[in-house]
């Protein structure tokens, strides 16, 4: 089984000399196995100030497809299709989730960041949906949709909301292209999505 280590910058020659390693290993269980590719949080740059919240982030809703760990096609006429010969680490949401809250946490601008089932005290809530996250094989992209909510604890009031947009070209479409397309658009993804977050708006 091999894994796609996160590509961030500074980190290529770390990903390319563990991808190599991870190829001899995957090249032992036969080609039946399909490749697991992983999502990257970005890295941690803290700054000094910031909004000293807490937040709590849930695990993000899409359609039944991106309920799965299935890397998705998206083909002309807007039917969806899983791409043979790789899967995500674990089902989509929660990959997501996970590399959100760790993106938050790693710019240490915040109080705390968990999830619901933590039960950790907190002024807001994070709510999103995966609109879409597949490869667009009209366009030859690969896209990253995510819609998000922040919401007032207590009160329930929706304080701001946003959608966040990426499309990052994709020369061809096979398990390992795709996944590392996406993991680009996701990247930009959460660039915004920290920002927006960390503004405080």
């Given at each position: 089984?091999?894994?796609?280590?996160?590509?961030?910058p500074?980190r290529?020659a770390?990903?390319?000399?563990?991808?190599?390693?991870?190829?001899?290993?995957?090249?032992c269980?036969?080609?039946?196995t399909?490749?697991?590719?992983?999502?990257?949080?970005?890295?941690?740059?803290?700054?000094?100030?910031?909004?000293?919240?807490?937040?709590?982030?849930?695990?993000?809703?899409?359609?039944?497809p991106?309920?799965?760990?299935?890397?998705?096609?998206r083909?002309?006429?807007?039917s969806?299709?899983?791409?043979?010969?790789?899967?995500?680490?674990?089902?989509?949401?929660?990959?997501?989730?996970?590399?959100?809250?760790?993106?938050?946490?790693?710019?240490?601008?915040?109080?705390?960041?968990?999830?619901?089932?933590?039960?950790?005290?907190?002024?807001?809530l994070?709510?999103?949906?995966?609109?879409?996250?597949?490869?667009?094989?009209?366009?030859?992209?690969?896209?990253?949709?995510l819609?998000?909510?922040?919401?007032?604890?207590?009160?329930?009031?929706?304080v701001?909301?946003?959608?966040?947009?990426?499309?990052?070209?994709?020369?061809?479409?096979?398990?390992?292209?795709?996944?590392?397309?996406l993991?680009?658009?996701?990247?930009q993804?959460?660039?915004?999505?920290v920002?927006?977050v960390?503004?405080?708006?």
């Amino acid at each position: 089984m091999r894994v796609l280590l996160p590509a961030s910058p500074g980190r290529a020659a770390a990903a390319a000399l563990g991808l190599a390693m991870l190829a001899a290993l995957g090249g032992c269980g036969g080609g039946a196995t399909p490749l697991t590719f992983d999502l990257a949080a970005l890295p941690g740059q803290p700054r000094a100030g910031g909004a000293a919240r807490a937040l709590v982030v849930s695990e993000p809703v899409g359609l039944q497809p991106m309920e799965a760990d299935r890397i998705i096609v998206r083909e002309r006429g807007g039917s969806l299709s899983f791409l043979g010969g790789g899967q995500w680490a674990d089902r989509l949401p929660r990959l997501i989730q996970t590399r959100i809250i760790q993106s938050l946490e790693n710019t240490g601008r915040l109080r705390s960041v968990s999830r619901p089932g933590d039960k950790i005290p907190s002024e807001y809530l994070l709510v999103s949906e995966i609109r879409e996250f597949d490869i667009d094989s009209g366009s030859g992209e690969a896209v990253v949709d995510l819609s998000a909510k922040l919401i007032a604890e207590g009160s329930g009031r929706v304080v701001n909301a946003r959608v966040f947009t990426a499309r990052v070209p994709v020369p061809k479409v096979d398990a390992q292209t795709a996944a590392t397309g996406l993991d680009a658009a996701l990247s930009q993804v959460l660039g915004d999505l920290v920002r927006w977050v960390n503004s405080g708006r």
